[in-house]
């Protein structure tokens, strides 16, 4: 039996990787948990996508690549966005600038973003954002983040940020309820308007693009998850982590499934 007799195909989708520079080498990375859940719980194969330098940020590579995806996931990450590279990925490329600070700058990755989400917005194809990804959909569509919700509420900062006193795996718990949208595109994956979700992140959305339609938001009014107005698939992302309880949690695993089963869709009218 040959291999393409066998193997049912399945739907492969680009995951968004990370910079991370060790001993002066430059390495692209991401945490397992998102590919887990996107096997798993999203039925999909996964291929990560590299960071981008920014002297190779005006070759076409990303609508080679994306072109032959059937989906796009844009990871979370501790780095803040830098929205100049987002807009812009080819601007910055003067040779002696710092592009890359642990857990605080990450233009690679900002420039991976840009370019992944522009062929995926051009093709259609299902999106998934998940916390920085979020940020990302919002800054490309011309949205502004909040650059310290510790800054902007004291109990802001508080209900969102990451609890670094807890274990790793207890960080990603329920921190706070969201409401969802009645009529948006997440209510009838989650067929409730009320959930709760853990909460890792010390930024947020302040103005919404206006290409973006708010599907959920925390207590404090803090926008928690949105849709690309009038996309012709699956294009969303949410501020909270779906991708760490997913097995348990039964949010989580809609979410994967819904996303897993726009890219079985959009595979097929690729065909
Ligand atoms: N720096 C931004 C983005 C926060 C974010 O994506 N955190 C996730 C890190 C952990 C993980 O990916 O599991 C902000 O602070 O808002």
Redesign the pocket.
Known sequence: MTLQQSVPARAVVGVTSNRLLVDGVHRDWL?RKYVQALQRHAGVACVILPTVDAEDAREEVAPAIMGRLDGLVL??????IDPAVLIAPASLTGPDRQDVEAAILDRPRDRLSAVAIESAIALGMPILGI??GL?ELNVYFGGTLRPSLAEWSHESGAMHAEKPDRPRDRQYDAAHSVRISSDGALFPIAGTVEAQVNS?????IEALASALRREAWAPDGLVEAASVVGAPTLQIGVQW?PEWHVSTDPLSKQLFKAFGEACVRYCRTKK
């Not at 890792?200 to 947020?204: D, I, R, S, T, V």
């Open positions: 945490r990871t979370g990450d501790e780095s803040n916390c920085r940020q890792l992140h010390n930024q947020g982590h």
